[in-house]
């Protein structure tokens, strides 16, 4: 037992070493490239800690052989930009001045419920409070609001229809029906609910309403009688 909590503590002093030379960003926001490194090394680490038939030496040796290998794609990724791409990934513009670029949504395996988790996460609750947004290349979401944004957020917008289907759920929670929506689509020139890409609706008769490949629209509607959220 004594000797089990000896080589845990060595193990751990290693560990502690090595993340700490890996630098700030291996602490804080992580590239791909170095989350799969960690999670190799918090692999590694756990053998010689649990299994005391194998050298300790060995996994000292596996943990530094990946602490060799961080440090030199860490130098490529500094000298050689042409090679920054395919070891960090780079930025996807999710959101123009045109709204949501559906391709990039789908080429990070992101759907407009997950963008717009993003915006309110950020402080923004509309897709019209923003000109611009995306993801970084470590995966954190980044906004450029619009001037005057504040006043926009003004009603919590419901997403009513999501990549041409209608989001049931949040229709109940406006007390209206599709029929509703529906008429507002005719109204705008839109043939079928199929080819919107996204319709929200806020509590004050707010609409923003994208086509798939066209530029989105706001625009204000009335509302029933006694309808808000």
């Known amino acids: 037992m004594l000797l089990i909590v000896i080589r845990t503590a060595i193990v751990f002093l290693l560990l502690l070493v090595v993340i700490r030379a890996m630098g700030k960003r291996q602490i804080g926001e992580m590239q791909p490239f170095e989350l799969v490194i960690t999670l190799v090394v918090a692999d590694l680490a756990c053998i010689p800690m649990a299994d005391t038939s194998i050298p300790l030496l060995y996994g000292a040796v596996a943990v530094l052989t990946i602490f060799a290998l961080h440090e030199i794609i860490t130098l490529v990724d500094l000298k050689m930009k042409r090679l920054k791409p395919f070891i960090s990934g ?72 999501n990549n041409g289907e209608y989001d049931t759920n949040n229709l109940s929670l406006t007390g209206l029906s599709r029929s509703f929506f529906d008429g507002i689509l005719k109204g705008k020139g839109v ?22 490949g066209k530029k989105y629209r706001t625009f ?8 808000a959220w």
């Open 90 to 161: 780079k930025p996807s513009l999710v959101v123009n001045k045109n709204g949501i670029d559906e391709f990039q949504l789908k080429k990070n395996n992101l759907d407009i419920a997950d963008l717009i988790e993003s915006l309110r996460v950020a402080g923004y609750s509309s897709l019209d409070c923003i000109d611009y947004a995306l993801y970084e290349s470590n995966g954190m979401f980044s906004a450029l609001p619009k001037q005057g944004f504040s006043e926009m957020n003004t009603s919590l917008p419901l997403v009513i229809i």
């Open 191 to 212: 043939s079928s609910y199929k080819r919107v890409l996204v319709l929200t609706a806020d509590g004050e008769g707010k609409i923003y309403l994208q086509e798939k």
């Open 220 to 227: 204000t509607v009335p509302l029933p009688h006694g309808i």
